[in-house]
Every structure is written in structure tokens, then in C-alpha cells.
């Protein structure tokens, strides 16, 4: 490897590495916080998708809806 790579490669390490190993010592470790991040974030999407769809299977969506289809399948193409 020429010095020139090295010195670029060495400039990098200390110019973007650098401040993420200062903030690894600084907060400690992270170990597992993504997993919680993952099963919090699945929770979440549960939660979503069960009020999705109890206001998607409510009485006045189901009857807006059909009402909608039979509008469109008795309109006239012109």
C-alpha cells in the first residue's frame, strides 16, 4: 500500500471513526438495544394494524364502501 493510501485511510479513521468512539465511551454500551428497538417498533405495528382494522370493519365503513361499489357498478359508461 502506498504512503499516500495509508495517509488518506489514516485521515479517515480519525476524521469519522473518531467521534462515534468518543460517544462509545462516553454512553457506554449499547448491547441489545436494537432487538428492544425492533420489539417495540413490532408492538407498535400491531397496535396500528388492530385500530386499522376495527375502524375498517365499523358498520358505516362497510356500508360508505358498499354503498361506493353499487354507485360504481350501476353508473353508465358514457
Given at each position: ?15 469519522i471513526a ?57 353508473a353508465r359508461?358514457?
Open positions: 500500500m502506498s504512503t499516500k493510501m495509508q495517509a488518506c485511510r489514516t485521515f479517515l479513521a480519525v476524521k473518531g467521534p462515534w468512539r468518543r460517544r462509545a465511551k462516553i454512553l457506554g454500551s449499547e448491547a441489545g438495544m436494537s432487538t428492544v428497538e425492533y420489539a417495540v417498533g413490532t408492538v407498535a405495528a400491531a397496535a396500528f394494524a388492530a385500530v386499522l382494522y376495527a375502524v375498517v370493519t365499523g358498520a358505516s365503513v362497510v356500508s360508505g364502501l358498499g354503498a361506493l361499489v353499487q354507485r360504481a357498478l350501476s359508461s358514457t
